[in-house]
């Protein structure tokens, strides 16, 4: 008697098998990492020869060839927002004229910044106020001296100052920053995290006393376009280009990442960037119509994490 022959439903059973095989139903540790790796190498592998395939496709058609595959990120195939604001928005501009900050981009008002800390802060928190001191031009820090933030409001709109930026803490660190635009608001909180002092930063550079240019990078909807005017209005509009100083307020994912450089000029071709600092990431986390009130305050927006975190290509700003 010959060996049974396979019927065909158990050759297309077998390769069914083979087709849904995953290297976790492995049981032995290095066998399975083994095949996983051989597996992330084929694949490796199909990805360039198919772009390989794609490049000599492009260059034996020239001109003619079909455009680059754009690849998907969680910026480009972002929600789109409702208030995405557009070039020439006419009822954007009129807004600006009117609000709160007009004072400031309209008559060219002189920024003057009032900084403290929380009662008795840390270190680090001191160190970030004192660079903030220097990368911001007509900026003080005074003494809190146990005075409700509400009281200290009313005097420092007699003292002409336009805005108040207060620094809080945690466990010794810096992990908040309230800023208060004045008379009028609106009062802006962040979540602050990953500060870097300059001193720490490689190759660092020193601070002049030169006013910087102000960089505001892909704040696109309402929302964004309020907290951008909140942060430029911080800064003169005059910049002094000897100076060779930028402050960067860069957007990505509703992180808005600061960072304070100078242009080196190498060569007549060539320019460089050196970090002078501080560095640190800020989030979003309120925005109130007027000045701060904890109590009776009006919020024009606040960040809801299990309402508004839903997906993770929607942003806010």
């Excluded at 509703?254 to 960037?273: M, P, T």
């Excluded at 050196?274 to 007027?290: C, H, V």
């Amino acid at each position: 008697m010959g060996r049974p022959k396979k019927s065909e439903g158990t050759s297309s059973a077998k390769s069914t098998i083979e087709r849904v095989f995953h290297p976790s139903t492995v049981k032995n540790k290095l066998r399975r990492q083994e095949i996983f790796q051989k597996l992330k190498n084929h694949k490796s592998k199909e990805r360039r020869d198919a772009r390989g395939k794609r490049k000599k496709e492009r260059e034996e058609l020239g001109d003619q060839a079909p455009p680059k595959q754009e690849p998907k990120t969680i910026e480009n195939t972002r929600v789109i927002e409702e208030t995405l604001v557009l070039p020439g928005d006419e009822e954007v501009l009129q807004d600006a004229r009117t609000d709160e900050l007009a004072s400031y981009f309209v008559s060219g008002k002189i920024p003057k910044i009032l900084m403290f800390a929380s009662r008795k802060p840390s270190l680090n928190t001191a160190l970030l106020l004192r660079e903030l001191e220097a990368c911001i031009p007509n900026s003080e820090i005074r003494d809190r001296m146990h005075v409700e933030l509400k009281k200290i409001i009313p005097e420092a709109v007699g003292r002409d100052f336009t805005d108040i930026i207060v620094v809080h803490e945690d466990r010794k660190e810096p992990n908040g920053l309230l800023l208060v635009h004045l008379p009028d608001g609106p009062t802006a909180h962040f979540k602050l995290t990953n500060f870097r002092r300059g001193y720490d930063i490689r190759g660092h550079g020193k601070a002049t006393s030169h006013r910087p240019e102000v960089v505001l990078n892909h704040f696109g909807t309402r929302l964004g376009h309020t907290v951008a005017r909140m942060l430029a209005a911080l800064f003169p509009h005059d910049p002094q280009f000897e100076g060779r100083r930028v402050v960067t307020f860069h957007n990505q994912r509703d992180y808005i990442f600061f960072r304070h450089h100078r242009y080196i000029f190498k060569n007549a071709q060539r320019v460089g960037l050196q970090e002078i600092g501080p560095r640190f990431t800020l989030k979003l986390r309120s925005l109130q119509k007027g000045t701060f009130d904890s109590r009776y305050g009006q919020y024009m927006w606040v960040h809801k994490k299990k309402q508004m975190d839903t997906s993770r290509r929607r942003f806010h700003l």
